[in-house]
């Protein structure tokens, strides 16, 4: 399938979805994420769900590495416009956030956090195949933001449904996920 088809056929899909729906596959998605073996995590970097999209509950699985760590330190993307570029800032309790372009919730301050020390990236995402590539919203933020992780930074999807055999126009500059987890399994790549 290629990722113009994927996009629209998985935005429909999610946007279908009612919040009971999707309530209960979070938590499945949750479940499934706690049987997971991570290493020690030191930083993640999360990101808002835009409630507009029907995305995952990312909050859920966040909480979950901060009960595990309390020490954890937890970012979230700051996006330029003008570059299609992101940056990780990295938030406390108190970071105030403020919904910016398309929807995404952005804090308004904090320090910002180089790509070489995130641990783990929460990756959004509308459909992933089985091969680990993934078809997101189609600028590119992510894609360029991950190249310039470590390479043992792991990337983690959360789809409600489950993957496409294969996506047919990734592109070589496409950075697979590690792992993506749905309300059934858990997928390693």
């Known amino acids: 399938m290629l990722k113009k088809e994927a996009r629209k056929q998985y935005r429909e899909k999610r946007m279908q979805l009612s919040e009971m729906e999707m309530s209960k596959l979070d938590d499945l998605m949750l479940i499934q994420f706690q049987t997971i073996e991570l290493p020690f995590l030191e930083s993640l970097l999360s990101y808002w769900p835009i409630e507009e999209n029907n995305e995952p509950n990312t909050h859920l699985f966040t909480e979950f590495l901060k009960f595990?760590?309390?020490?954890?330190?937890?970012?979230?993307?700051?996006?330029d416009f003008d570059t299609l570029s992101m940056k990780a800032?990295?938030?406390?309790?108190?970071?105030?956030?403020?919904?910016?372009?398309?929807?995404?919730?952005?804090?308004?301050?904090?320090?910002?956090?180089?790509?070489?020390?995130?641990?783990?990236?929460?990756?959004?995402?509308?459909?992933?195949?089985?091969?680990?590539?993934?078809?997101?919203?189609?600028?590119g933020f992510y894609d360029k933001y991950l190249v310039q992780c470590r390479k043992d930074c792991i990337k983690a999807g959360f789809s409600y449904f489950e993957p496409l055999d294969r996506i047919d126009d990734h592109h070589d500059f496409d950075?697979?996920?590690d792992l993506c987890i749905t309300p059934q399994n858990v997928y390693v790549f």
Do not use: H, Q, S, W
């Open 175 to 177: 950075v697979p996920l």
């Open 89 to 139: 800032v990295a938030t406390d309790i108190d970071t105030p956030f403020e919904k910016k372009a398309l929807n995404i919730y952005e804090p308004d301050e904090g320090m910002m956090m180089p790509a070489a020390g995130i641990d783990m990236i929460f990756v959004p995402l509308l459909a992933f195949d089985k091969r680990g590539y993934r078809v997101g919203y189609g600028k």
């Open 68 to 79: 595990r760590n309390p020490e954890l330190r937890i970012c979230y993307p700051v996006a």
